[in-house]
């Protein structure tokens, strides 16, 4: 069927988006004729949506689907920053996706006050993947010896081994089990290496969910319970940790906030509890930090990363403290960062560019190494923009700033 054809039927809803491919000659021909389509329907020129260089072949089989073209994003450079991580070491030029004006520019000065004081210290303290099914059971004791099986090393070893059967990079590491009523949610916890594994650690879990059924006779109800919890706020992220949970620390020195960030490390550090501690608890927030999920937002876009996981990367604790010889040490804790270096939106030409940039496109060695690089260096970037907002805070040069340069 040729062009012209196809557009005529998808107007006259002949012909349904999703079949296109069906009849087009190639899937960069099917883009095309959904977005002539979509123009005539509309009443609009869609012609900057229609200039993008991905391979359409690929990523309309694994990225999209009814696509039409791309929505471009401005792509910017902060750094260089100075990383002194178990994965992460060196500097590293920090490339973030954003429409927000003078936000690379405030990353741009933290990634230089974190150089000029030694860097930032980076530690990547656990790293797994949960997905929570749930099922019904016919009764508390039930409940209890399903639970009193999963507690078994054995029994341990017959899950990890049904994983296997789903996949070759991912591994079963714990279940966390969560009685209510007569429902048992499973809170599983994988190895997913250099991916960040949702869909990996689903089919792994839908596979021990149908085995638990035939085993106990219980009803498994659905794979995705929100206990996982997934692109949702949740305490259990918090306490529990998601993805990869990674701090990132550096002592700047008190002259270096005074002559950079035009504050005092006391400052800093009023500003910060006031902020950060008391703004966010009386707020009743998750995260005690200033813009962390900027930053995060940012890199995720820039880097293939799923930005609804933003939700979980916002989860962070900044904490600013004065040494005994007054200088300011400085903080921040993410317990929940999904991401990955294969899969997703990471093979995409221009994410897997700005991967490049870093040092970390495609799988690590060991596996598992990039992802834990790509966190560390997220962790840091974060940082960086932590201390030049507070700074411009403590300062009282945001406003300032912002209406300077008319953003």
Known sequence: MDREEIVRKLINSELKFYQVEEVASCRREAVEARRAAIEALAGVRLDNVGIYTYDADTVTKKNIENAIGAVQVPVGIAGPLKVNGEYARGDFYIPLATTEGALIASVNRGCSVCSNSGGVNTMIFQDEMTRAPVMTISSLGQAKEI????????????????????????????????????????????????????????????????????????????????????????????????????????????????????????????????????????????????????????????????????????NAITSAELTENGDLQFSVSMPSLPLGTIGGGTGICTQAECLSILGVRGGGDPPGANARKLAEIVASASLAGELSLLGALASQDLARAHAKYGR
């Open 147 to 314: 639970i009193e099986t999963l507690k078994k090393p054995e029994f341990m070893v017959e899950l990890q081994s049904i994983v296997a059967t789903t996949t070759k990079h991912g591994s079963l590491i714990r279940v966390d089990p969560y009685v209510v009523g007569k429902n048992i949610f499973l809170r599983f916890a994988y190895d997913t290496k250099d991916a960040m594994g949702m869909n990996m650690v689903t089919i792994a879990s839908e596979a021990i969910m149908q085995h638990l059924e035939k085993k106990f006779g219980t009803r498994h109800v659905t794979v995705s319970s929100n206990m996982c919890t997934d692109k949702k706020p949740a305490a259990i992220n918090v306490t529990e940790g998601r993805g990869r949970t990674v701090v990132a620390e550096i002592t700047i020195p008190g002259d270096i906030v005074a002559s950079r960030l035009k504050a005092t490390p006391e400052r800093m550090c009023d500003v910060h509890y006031r902020k950060n501690f008391l703004g966010s608890a009386r707020a009743v927030s998750f995260g005690f930090n200033s813009h962390v999920a900027n930053v995060v937002a940012a890199m995720f876009i820039a880097c293939g990363q799923d930005p609804a996981h933003v939700v979980e990367g916002s």
